[in-house]
């Protein structure tokens, strides 16, 4: 053979090992694309945690405040009740009315803690949720990076190992949309 036919052989099987390889960069970059969209929608989730959280706290700090305002009200009738009162029927109006503000508050506060119960419940949801996403991110991400070494080594094991963290990033990825 001739140096002619030897560079051109060469470069020939340059140029067929790249097209091999097209697939694998073909889904290097799919995976990045996932990689990106998770990282995106755990972030995002992990948000929605911290504002359900704040939510929560903000209806604890409510039935905290309705839970001293009765406590107050209960007090104050305690006191009233042991003093000797001049007038009788104004203390029997404050008290009447008094009970009536306790059967109101007795509702309220069964209420506002089922509502912050039920914002916590929502804060744990977006958490397990974000966890799903992030363990997605995790294995793209060493999906992305085992199918890379392909187009080092040239071994399309690499490729293969790379699909079954992408994989596994996919389906935890996904589990985040369950209810």
């Known amino acids: 053979m001739e140096g002619d036919e030897v560079g ?7 140029k067929g090992g790249e097209s091999a390889l097209r697939p694998v960069a073909f889904t290097m970059s799919v995976l990045a694309v996932l990689v990106a969209v998770s990282t995106v929608l755990g972030h995002r989730t992990h948000t929605e945690a911290v504002l ?8 604890w700090n409510e039935y905290q405040a309705k839970k001293n305002r009765s406590d107050n009200t209960r007090h104050s009738d305690e006191v009233l009740s ?3 009162v001049t007038d009788k ?4 109006k404050i008290l009447k009315d008094d ?20 914002l916590e ?13 992030d363990l997605g991110e995790a294995m793209l991400e060493i999906g992305l990076v085992v199918t890379s ?8 094991i690499y490729w293969y ?5 992408a994989l596994a990033g996919i389906v935890s990825a996904s589990l985040a949309f369950l209810p």
């Open 82 to 84: 042991i003093m000797v």
């Open 8 to 14: 051109e052989l060469k470069e020939q099987a340059e």
């Open 89 to 92: 029927d104004k203390a029997a």
């Open 161 to 165: 190992v790379g699909f079954v963290f």
């Open 149 to 156: 070494v392909t187009l080092l080594t040239r071994s399309k």
């Open 52 to 59: 359900y959280q704040n939510k929560a706290t903000d209806q």
């Open 121 to 133: 419940e929502d804060v744990e949801k977006a958490e397990v949720r974000a966890n799903h996403f």
């Open 99 to 118: 009970a009536d503000h306790q059967a109101k508050w007795t509702d309220d506060l069964k209420e506002a803690e089922a509502k912050a119960r039920e």
